[in-house]
């Protein structure tokens, strides 16, 4: 089985390790209570559920993730590797799995008198045997971005930017806005520092599998792709590093390796017409 179908990745690593402790730790000053683990458990279910549902009907665009890492060349090309994957058994199983959790959550009370009731003890014993592959994790974490995609600018070319906005949480759990803004903003910034190191890993993986290229460009590719050479930067200081492979190669591995599979390729050239300064 190739390692990318290896079940080795927990379903809660969508959320950052400062919310994970809030699930884990038996501190009652640090620890979610109740309404918010319920409001994070909903988080989690909706996303694979959503995730699971875009791919069995082929709605690729929902997996259309903006990061900020300027990589979306090498994200559309593994989405496009990982689609034809054939996740279909794993989805059933995940699909069944959270369902179930899903129904727990909504008739869950609360008991403060039941120890098997309380939050964090819930979270570790529905959540913490539920496993995905290395591609499913991916898209979930395509999803997550997707569902937090907002526009906030057209520049004169036409082209929308987006940017990942916390508010748009609720869409996937109305009650997130339990979790103070802090964690909120967390969230969304483990979201797209993962998906940006996810993405320049698998950039280099793909370049790996080129055939086509001499042996010494090969190498070179592989290497300013790897971990060595990535940067990790972040034009705005409010915001968590990520991680950028050079794009140059990035780029490049993504069309060699189209060319390889006689795939159709699709560039869009935009003209800006620049108004003279007088």
Same mark, same amino acid.
């Given at each position: 089985?190739?390692? !990318?179908? *290896?079940?080795?990745?927990?379903?809660?690593?969508?959320?950052?390790?400062?919310?994970?402790?809030?699930?884990?730790?038996?501190?009652?000053?640090?620890?979610?209570?109740?309404?918010?683990?319920?409001?994070?458990?909903?988080?989690?279910?909706?996303?694979?559920?959503?995730?699971?549902?875009?791919?069995?009907? &082929?709605?690729?665009?929902?997996?259309?993730?903006?990061?900020?890492?300027?990589?979306?060349?090498?994200?559309?090309?593994?989405?496009?590797?990982?689609?034809?994957? &054939?996740?279909?058994?794993?989805?059933?199983?995940?699909?069944?799995?959270?369902? /179930? !959790?899903?129904?727990?959550?909504?008739?869950?009370?609360?008991?403060?008198?039941?120890?098997?009731?309380?939050?964090?003890?819930?979270?570790?014993? *529905?959540? &913490?045997?539920?496993?995905?592959?290395?591609?499913? *994790?991916?898209?979930?974490?395509?999803?997550?971005?997707?569902?937090?995609?907002?526009?906030?600018?057209?520049?004169?070319? &036409?082209?929308?930017?987006?940017?990942?906005?916390?508010?748009?949480?609720?869409?996937?759990?109305?009650?997130?806005?339990?979790?103070?803004?802090?964690?909120? /903003?967390?969230?969304?910034?483990?979201?797209?520092?993962?998906?940006? /190191?996810?993405?320049?890993?698998?950039?280099?993986?793909?370049?790996?599998?080129?055939?086509?290229?001499?042996?010494?460009?090969?190498?070179?590719?592989?290497?300013?792709?790897?971990?060595?050479?990535?940067?990790?930067?972040?034009?705005?200081?409010?915001?968590?590093?990520?991680?950028?492979?050079?794009?140059?190669?990035?780029?490049?591995?993504?069309?060699?390796?189209?060319? *390889?599979?006689?795939?159709?390729?699709?560039?869009?050239?935009?003209?800006?017409?620049?108004?003279?300064?007088?």
């Amino acid at each position: 089985m190739s390692t !990318i179908l *290896e079940r080795n990745i927990s379903i809660s690593s969508l959320l950052p390790a400062v919310i994970l402790h809030g699930l884990q730790t038996e501190d009652e000053e640090k620890c979610l209570d109740e309404a918010a683990m319920c409001a994070v458990a909903t988080l989690i279910v909706n996303t694979a559920l959503g995730a699971i549902k875009a791919l069995a009907k &082929g709605h690729y665009k929902s997996f259309d993730a903006n990061p900020g890492n300027a990589g979306c060349q090498s994200l559309a090309v593994e989405l496009r590797r990982l689609s034809n994957l &054939g996740l279909q058994d794993e989805c059933r199983s995940l699909g069944a799995t959270v369902l /179930r !959790i899903k129904e727990l959550v909504n008739r869950r009370k609360g008991d403060a008198k039941d120890p098997l009731s309380l939050p964090h003890l819930f979270f570790q014993k *529905e959540f &913490g045997d539920v496993f995905v592959s290395k591609a499913m *994790e991916y898209l979930l974490h395509c999803y997550l971005s997707a569902v937090l995609r907002t526009p906030y600018q057209k520049l004169d070319s &036409g082209i929308v930017m987006t940017r990942s906005e916390s508010s748009k949480l609720s869409m996937l759990s109305s009650k997130i806005t339990l979790l103070d803004g802090a964690l909120r /903003r967390k969230i969304v910034e483990e979201n797209q520092r993962t998906l940006t /190191r996810l993405s320049v890993h698998a950039a280099h993986e793909m370049a790996s599998r080129l055939t086509s290229l001499e042996l010494k460009e090969k190498e070179l590719v592989v290497t300013m792709l790897s971990a060595e050479n990535t940067h990790v930067f972040t034009p705005d200081p409010q915001y968590e590093p990520k991680s950028f492979g050079c794009l140059f190669y990035e780029v490049k591995t993504a069309l060699t390796h189209l060319q *390889e599979e006689q795939a159709i390729v699709c560039l869009e050239s935009i003209r800006v017409l620049l108004k003279p300064k007088f």
